[in-house]
């Protein structure tokens, strides 16, 4: 069952969205060559705590971190620790917020200083899939269409869509139904309705789709060695388009302009 968000409920995940906005932005300036992703997950664990916010990730099924990690081959669900961030390194970093109840959740894959020209295109692939697939978020069109708006731009470019993890509805919990493949046909599925929020991600490698499971049984890694990427907005649906609740790139593009 998809649980529909009132305006005033979205508003309150908006208000979780703003603070998983500032902490990205936080950890944006700490992601240099030579911090840990230990250090990473303590800074954030510092800042959610200043919010009177919380991690859904830390405790989730024993999950250690505050935040996910995962360097280069790792696609998703990185436990911190000590590994060091070198120049070249791509960082993928999943960011959960509980705020007053509500969850936020998205994700950004970071470039470390210099990185190679095939990963560097895959971040500006998979991050403008991740936006295509937002224009679809609209009432009367289908989940299929969100999935297919991925697929389409991500196999367009070369690269390939992770097939066994999905995006997922979210609200209350981290976790609602429906979940959201990276592919498949348009046209498919559940009709899109105003109040509907997802976490709409994708998850992609250089070379082939398939993964594997690391021996922490958390880590899932791309099975050839090629670098991966993953991006993540929580994205209402409203009748007046997409509602993205943690914008996190609008604040990245200021600087940048």
Same mark, same amino acid.
């Given at each position: 069952? =998809?649980?529909?968000?009132? &305006? ?7 208000? /979780? ?15 240099? !060559? ?8 303590? +800074? ?11 991690? &859904?990730?830390? #405790? ?6 505050? =935040? ?6 790792? %696609? ?13 390194? %791509? ?19 970071? +470039?470390?200083?210099? =990185? !190679? ?18 224009? $679809? ?13 991925? $697929? ?8 390939? %869509? ?6 997922? #509805? ?15 046909? +348009? ?14 991600? !994708? ?16 880590? *899932? ?15 209402? *649906?409203?009748?007046?388009? !997409?509602? *993205? ?9 200021? /600087?940048?302009?």
């Amino acid at each position: 069952m =998809i649980v529909k968000k009132s &305006p005033a409920e979205l508003d309150k995940m908006a208000a /979780a969205g703003e603070i998983h906005v500032r902490l990205m932005d936080l950890l944006a300036r700490k992601i240099r !060559p030579g911090v840990t992703t230990k250090e990473l997950d303590e +800074a954030a664990e510092r800042f959610l705590r200043a919010q009177g916010a919380t991690s &859904p990730f830390k #405790g989730y099924h024993g999950f250690a971190g505050s =935040i996910c990690t995962s360097p280069n081959h790792m %696609v998703v669900h990185g436990i911190p620790g000590p590994y060091r961030l070198a120049d070249g390194d %791509v960082l993928s970093v999943d960011v959960g917020v509980v705020y007053d109840g509500w969850v936020a959740d998205g994700a950004r894959t970071f +470039a470390v200083g210099e =990185i !190679p020209p095939v990963a560097e295109k895959l971040l500006e692939v998979t991050e403008a899939s991740l936006f295509r697939a937002v224009e $679809q978020a609209v009432p009367g069109n289908r989940l299929g269409d969100i999935s297919h708006a991925v $697929q389409a731009h991500v196999e367009g470019n070369g690269f390939s %869509v992770v097939r066994s993890l999905v995006g997922h #509805g979210v609200g209350r919990s981290m976790h609602e139904d429906p979940q959201i493949p990276n592919y498949g046909p +348009a046209g498919k599925g559940v009709v899109l309705e105003e109040g509907m929020v997802f976490a709409i991600e !994708p998850m992609t490698c250089a070379g082939r789709h398939t993964v594997r499971m690391g021996d922490d049984g958390w880590a *899932i890694y791309s099975t050839d060695g090629s670098v991966a990427a993953h991006f993540e907005f929580t994205v209402a *649906i409203t009748a007046d388009g !997409p509602r *993205i609740l943690n914008p996190w790139h609008e604040s990245r593009d200021r /600087a940048a302009a």
